[in-house]
């Protein structure tokens, strides 16, 4: 079973508040990713870390940015959130070249 | 062209029929390959991986690789309404850094 974990679950904030979605993975994995995915699309990768003080930004822009100064933990930050950012924000980890990403439940963003 | 394409269906098939799922990659020096399920609302789960080419079963599932022809399958044998979901694709390319890339999935609607 898959030990990773996102919080919060759902949050509703209004336009230019700063935000910080936890991501968090006891698994020990080097990997970490954020990907955005509105209903019924595709996911998109935001940002990808290789591991401890590494990470890029992803296929798409995004104007969040990320720290990696534990393994264990992947925080993803809005400075000012905007409706435009309304979605799901889903974080995932893996480790090595061959074994598989394990997702957390995801955070349902939404900015009124 | 994109890393890793699919077919985003909806691919509608009879309640105990094979669904059959495509997927190509760009990369020839891909290594890894990945098949997740994704229900509406809900973060993606591993249903198989592999590695080498040939076909890999588990269960109702098989999933077929084609290196030369740079191409992965998913069989989904007596297909149930509970198989009714997003299915994604995902690999490793040689060059991203052992980056996990995703399709952008097919949904699949199983008919009573």
């Known amino acids: 079973e898959a030990d990773i974990y996102q919080t919060p679950r759902y949050l509703v904030i209004g336009t230019g508040k700063k935000i910080t979605l936890e991501c968090s993975q006891t698994?020990?994995?080097?990997?970490m990713y954020w990907y955005q995915q509105d209903p019924g699309m595709e996911l998109h990768l935001i940002h990808y870390s290789y591991g401890v003080n590494s990470t890029e930004k992803g296929d798409l822009s995004s104007e969040s940015t990320v720290s990696r100064i534990r393994t264990e933990h992947f925080p993803l930050t809005l400075e000012s959130a905007r409706p435009s950012h309304t979605s799901q924000y889903l974080c995932?980890?893996?480790?090595?070249?061959?074994?598989?990403?394990?997702f957390g439940q995801g955070t349902r963003l939404t900015v009124v | 062209q994109k890393e890793v394409e699919q077919n985003s269906g909806p691919l509608s098939v009879p309640e105990g029929a094979i669904a059959s799922l495509n997927c190509t990659y760009s990369?020839?020096?891909?290594?890894?390959f990945f098949w997740y399920r994704q229900y509406s609302g809900k973060s993606p789960e591993l249903i198989m991986f592999?590695?080498?080419?040939g076909d890999k079963e588990d269960g109702r599932f098989t999933a077929q690789l084609n290196k030369a022809s740079q191409y992965v399958s998913l069989l989904i044998r007596d297909s149930q309404p509970s198989d009714s979901a997003t299915y994604l694709c995902a690999v490793i390319p040689s060059a991203s850094g052992n980056k996990l890339t995703f399709g952008g999935g097919t949904r699949v609607l199983v008919k009573p």
């Open positions: 995932a980890s893996s480790e090595g070249h061959k074994t598989e990403a394990f």
């Open positions: 698994m020990g994995h080097d990997k």
């Open positions: 990369d020839r020096g891909s290594q890894s």
């Open positions: 592999i590695y080498s080419n």
